[in-house]
């Protein structure tokens, strides 16, 4: 009797261990998702192209991938990149009528960081009869949720057909604005964030001219208005909300607002993203990632003409920097397009410049470009200020050196430094790099021992006028400029402009009438329908 309470009592202690074990391995992923932007094309095949937009920031663990929800199992996996244009590979993960894809990480993403990647899939079968406004066509759609995650920042954006105009639609619930996508009118909605298993549901309608050529089934409808109705009778038998759940099962269309408003600023973008914004050469825009190389220690420049030779400093040979100085996806570029004799790959730079421009143009989707380009000239004003209101010429300088890519965005920067620091002495820090890389009558070279992560210098650094400092300064921003590359010329031509926009095409043809809830996302064969769907999430 006694033995087969011991074994009792550790059987218990056993599996009381084990769910501890499994408990903290669900646990060791912490991650939130900062923003959750979905696109929608509405295809003349009765199919959407499917586009999301999603960012990751794991605070514990690391994530591998993550699971993207799909409304139907008729969709067809399409192309997935992330911010530092890596094709991804994603995957169907469908299991039962859990529909999903899974997008699997370039590489695993760790703590601390962020990450945004892109994913579109086609899916069929979405658009139906609207059966509350006869001769429409209609799409309900819900962007994806997470059972235990808030997803902050949701915004969505349905494309209609081509024709459609601002007097022809309807929608369930009011959009923040409208716009023009590819020619063709656009709707946009958008909430703070979606608490955890929250369904946020759009609903559009319009007249079925504008798809001349797709018939819907009516037959899956009819065996689905059943199904809900059944659902519907026990929910109110058990909860009693009789009156409430009618109302919400017959949702009416409202008069959309019309207006063309934006999202406002986009802020948040780095000087060297600021830059590309602000119509900064692609010279200028390499050079001042170049000085942000600099300023970091990450390089060393050996010779500056007729072309510039570049030293890879310690510890950033891995290209990946430090977790105090993280090398940004253009800095990692830039260091990608080093040949082994130190000069610059020209073609590869271009690639820098071309993956920075579709990185920004990304960004700043959705918001004003106008009121954007200002807030950010007002950065480099304030960033002057910082310098001009500075009570001594070593705070002074410390500014500048602070400010200094903001301060290179400026056109003016030579003038404007030689007004700040005219009736000032200028004694640059021996770890200025970018400074000493420019001139030329002090110039220490870097040396570094195992040990000892600051340079050494050989001497005391001069104290300089403020005219000097400003001649020397503008001087070697636009040497390093016009010197960045062997040959300007064919750098400039590797430049390919962007793709026009191009007209979606479906990635699979054909249409079904299921209406089955996947993992995030929802749509149903009426916009006056609703649909109860599982959670998603990163693994």
Not at 57 to 85: C, E, H, M, R, W
Not at 343 to 353: D, G, H
């Amino acid at each position: 009797m006694v033995r087969r309470r011991q074994l009792l009592f550790l059987i218990i202690v056993g599996l009381f261990v084990f769910s501890l074990v499994n408990f903290s391995a669900a646990q060791s992923i912490e991650y939130s998702v900062d923003h959750q932007w979905c696109q929608i094309f509405i295809n003349q095949d009765g199919t959407i192209d499917l586009k999301y937009n999603v960012t990751l920031t794991v605070t514990s663990g690391k994530i591998n991938g993550f699971y993207v929800g799909q409304p139907n199992s008729d969709f067809t996996p399409g192309i997935a990149l992330d911010q530092n244009n890596n094709l991804l590979d994603v995957f169907d993960a469908s299991s039962g009528s859990d529909y999903k894809i899974d997008v699997i990480l370039y590489e695993p993403l760790t703590a601390g960081n962020s990450l945004w990647f892109t994913v579109t899939t086609n899916v069929a079968g979405m658009i139906f009869n609207d059966t509350t406004n006869p001769g429409n066509l209609g799409l309900r759609f819900a962007p994806q949720w997470i059972s235990d995650k808030t997803i902050n920042d949701v915004r969505v954006q349905i494309i209609l057909p081509e024709g459609v105009s601002s007097g022809d639609y309807a929608t369930e619930n009011l959009p923040n604005g409208t716009s023009t996508v590819e020619g063709r009118l656009a709707l946009y909605w958008e909430k703070a964030y979606l608490e955890p298993n929250e369904r946020f549901f759009f609903g559009v309608s319009f007249p079925a001219e504008f798809m001349p050529d797709y018939k819907p089934s009516e037959d899956s409808f009819q065996g689905l208005a059943v199904v809900i109705a059944g659902v519907v009778a026990f929910l109110f038998a058990t909860f009693s909300f009789i009156f409430v759940l009618s109302r919400v099962g017959k949702n009416k269309y409202a008069s959309p607002k019309i207006s063309m408003e934006t999202l406002g600023i986009k802020r948040g973008l780095t000087a060297i993203e600021a830059a590309y914004l602000l119509d900064l050469k692609p010279q200028q825009i390499i050079t001042a990632t170049l000085y942000s190389l600099l300023h970091k220690r990450a390089v060393w420049v050996e010779k500056p003409n007729p072309a510039v030779k570049i030293k890879l400093l310690p510890p950033y040979e891995d290209k990946i920097g430090t977790k105090e100085n993280p090398l940004r996806y253009y800095e990692i570029d830039f260091l990608n397009s080093l040949k082994t004799d130190g000069t610059l790959n020209e073609e590869k730079l271009a690639r820098t410049i071309m993956t920075l421009r579709d990185t920004v143009e990304k960004k700043i989707e959705g918001y004003s470009r106008k009121e954007t380009v200002e807030y950010y000239r007002k950065i480099v004003d304030k960033a002057w200020k910082q310098v001009e209101l500075a009570g001594t010429p070593e705070l002074a300088s410390n500014a500048y050196d602070e400010q200094l890519l903001w301060l290179m965005l400026d056109p003016n920067q030579r003038q404007r430094t030689t007004t700040v620091f005219q009736d000032k002495v200028f004694q640059p820090n021996p770890l200025w790099y970018w400074w000493w890389y420019g001139y030329g009558t002090y110039h220490p070279h870097p040396t570094y021992k195992p040990d000892v992560k600051a340079p050494t210098q050989s001497s005391k650094p001069p104290v300089i006028p403020g005219a000097e400092f400003a001649d020397n300064i503008a001087t070697s921003i636009e040497t390093t400029a016009n010197s960045i590359v062997a040959n300007i010329e064919k750098f400039a031509n590797s430049i390919v402009p962007p793709p026009p926009k191009v007209s979606h095409q479906p990635a699979r043809k054909g249409s079904s009438c299921v209406c089955a809830c996947a993992a995030c996302a929802c749509a149903c064969a009426c916009v006056s329908c609703a649909c109860a769907c599982a959670g998603g999430g990163a693994h």
